[in-house]
């Protein structure tokens, strides 16, 4: 399996390589195939073994000879042809059904997430209505149409590790505290319910 790999990158570079050596050439233009069958013809017929450096080798000369037509630059969805595919039909993400050309392209330069803790803050001895789980509540009752992610609810709480949120949002969920919408995503539940009275000690 390392010697395929191995061998993979070897030609990949020997691609980049050449469409490097003439200027303006994309290097999608560059046939694997092509260098794939070189390398074997070479191996076989134990020629061109070696080549003066700087200077494009046998492989490198013969994908530039064939190289591709230009990558048409498209967009479309991936759709599920088969009828009877166990795959669930896509949804609707705003994509074209049939390749259309690229006219513009929009870059956005989203900020780092922040790091979540690593350890949780116990938070047993804090008053009920500051605790996580009353919180979590008054989060998702003020906006109940929204489906909130794991990783959200835990950057808004900011004292708990995400592994604690998981397991705490799903035994919230088991106690019908809240709702889960999906995997890893909770809301309001249709009955808001009330804060939890002050558990007491015996």
Not at 69 to 78: A, I, K, N
Request: proline fraction near 10%; charged fraction near 25%.
């Amino acid at each position: 399996m390392w010697t395929l790999l191995t061998l993979y990158q070897v030609l990949r570079t020997a691609m980049v390589d050449a469409a490097e050596s003439r200027p303006g050439t994309d290097p999608d233009r560059c046939g694997f195939t092509i260098a794939l069958q070189t390398a074997h013809d070479l191996v076989v017929q134990a020629a061109s073994i070696t080549t003066q450096p700087g200077r494009v080798g046998v492989i490198g000369q013969r994908v530039l000879a064939g190289l591709l037509p230009p990558r048409r630059p498209r967009v479309s969805t991936r759709k599920v042809k088969s009828p009877i595919s166990r795959y669930n039909e896509r949804l609707e993400d705003g994509r074209p059904d049939t390749s259309r050309q690229v006219t513009e392209l929009a870059i956005t330069i989203v900020e780092p997430e922040p790091d979540l803790p690593t350890a949780s803050h116990n938070d047993r001895h804090t008053p009920p209505a500051d605790r996580r789980r009353q919180r979590v509540l008054d989060l998702l009752h003020a906006d109940p149409e929204r489906h909130w992610h794991t990783r959200d609810l835990a950057r808004h709480v900011g004292d708990i590790a995400l592994g604690t949120m998981y397991r705490q949002l799903d035994r919230w969920a088991g106690q019908g505290l809240i709702d889960k919408t999906g995997p890893a995503t909770y809301a309001s539940p249709t009955h808001p319910s009330t804060p939890l009275p002050p558990a007491r000690i015996r």
